[in-house]
């Protein structure tokens, strides 16, 4: 066994066994200094896939940073909308945007498009 692989099954030892928040965040600096890209990206393919789906979905949305769903607006709606794409992944930039557009009517529809292609003229 290679010494950075005996040293990273002692730090997931150590992880499992404080359960902390801290532990699993120093897990991941040492992971990213002792192995490289393909074991990682193994390490997180066959721990998310242990998980059901669900668990799985919100446990890499946490990790990418996702956004979630966009929460109703409370004071201004476009203010709302902006914030929520900030956070937004493109996945999610990409489902609302085409779920809202295909929910307006025709005519707003319309108006829409002609306001987008005027701002990718500009």
Do not use: I
């Not at 919100?58 to 929460?71: D, I, K, N, Q, V």
């Not at 409370?74 to 996945?91: H, I, N, Q």
């Amino acid at each position: 066994m290679k010494p950075a692989h005996k040293r990273m099954s002692r730090m997931l030892g150590y992880c499992l066994t404080l359960g902390t928040a801290e532990a699993w965040a120093g897990f991941s600096l040492a992971a990213a200094v002792r192995l490289d890209a393909t074991e990682r990206a193994a390490l997180g393919f066959a721990t998310l896939n242990s998980l059901d789906a669900e668990q799985a979905r919100m446990t890499a949305a946490a990790s990418l940073g996702a956004a979630g769903e966009p929460l109703p607006p409370f004071l201004g709606a476009m203010d709302e909308a902006r914030d929520w794409a900030a956070w937004a992944t493109p996945t999610e930039l990409d489902a609302y945007c085409l779920a809202a557009f295909q929910r307006m009517a025709p005519d707003r529809q319309a108006a829409f498009l002609r306001f987008v292609q005027r701002r990718a003229a500009a």
